[in-house]
Structures are given as structure tokens and as C-alpha cells.
């Protein structure tokens, strides 16, 4: 089974910087674009951040651009959000989710091409 745990949230300052780390089993990890969602209370599913199963290619929701940076690493199957300059409205739950298609060149920024997604990770951002 595809299982993905996320792990690294936690309480920030504004302006403070946070890494948050996905552990993914079950499939073949490198040949699968995967992403960052989040959810903030009250708040509908926002698509954070995609990476290429290859790793050559990334994409920003508009709201993190410049601040927050995806990668991963496909020799421990782990994926990453480097998350700077952190604000209060990044508070939300952040979930790894892994696209549909297997094809480590794929590209989507499509919230329902990623049906698996982890437990998620809480990070606060407050004073």
C-alpha cells in the first residue's frame, strides 16, 4: 500500500523558517511527480508545491513562490518544503500527496491528480 508520513511541523515566528519532511513506501518513488497541499481551518485544499519524479522540474502555488522550496530525494524516497519567511496565514495542516501517473517526466498542478496523501503535518505560524 502507498503509505506517505509526513513529519517536521511544529510552532514558528512570523518571519521564522520550518522544513518538513514526507517518508514514502509502496511504490516506486522516483517515477512519480509528487506535491505539498495544505489546509488551513475553514479553508479549502491549496496545491503548495509539485516536483517531477525526476527532480528537474518544480512549480510554486503563487501564495509561497519565493519563499517556500520543494525537493526531494529519490535514493531515500523522501520528499521536502523548505518553508521561509513563514507568515500567519501559511498556518495550516501540510500533506505529501503522490500524482496518479507513472511517468517520472510528468508535470500536473491538478489538486485531484494527487489522490494518496499522508496524515499531514500541523505548522502554526504565530507571535
Known amino acids: 500500500q502507498v503509505q506517505l508520513v509526513e513529519s517536521g511541523g511544529g510552532l514558528a515566528q512570523p518571519g521564522g523558517s520550518l522544513t518538513l519532511s514526507c517518508a514514502a513506501s509502496?511504490?516506486?518513488?522516483?517515477?512519480?511527480?509528487m506535491s505539498w497541499y495544505r489546509q488551513a481551518p475553514g479553508k479549502e485544499r491549496e496545491l503548495v508545491a509539485v516536483i517531477t519524479g525526476a527532480g528537474g522540474a518544480t512549480n510554486y502555488a503563487d501564495s509561497v513562490v519565493g519563499r517556500f522550496t520543494i525537493s526531494r530525494d529519490n535514493a531515500k524516497n523522501a520528499l521536502y518544503l523548505r518553508m521561509n519567511s513563514l507568515k500567519p496565514e501559511d498556518t495550516a495542516t501540510y500533506y505529501c500527496?503522490?500524482?496518479?501517473?507513472?511517468?517520472?517526466?510528468?508535470?500536473?498542478?491538478?489538486?485531484?491528480?494527487?489522490?494518496?496523501w499522508g496524515q499531514g503535518t500541523q505548522v502554526t505560524v504565530s507571535s
Open positions: 500527496a503522490k500524482n496518479r501517473r507513472f511517468d517520472k517526466y510528468y508535470y500536473s498542478f491538478r489538486l485531484d491528480e494527487y489522490p494518496d
Open positions: 509502496g511504490f516506486a518513488f522516483s517515477n512519480y511527480l
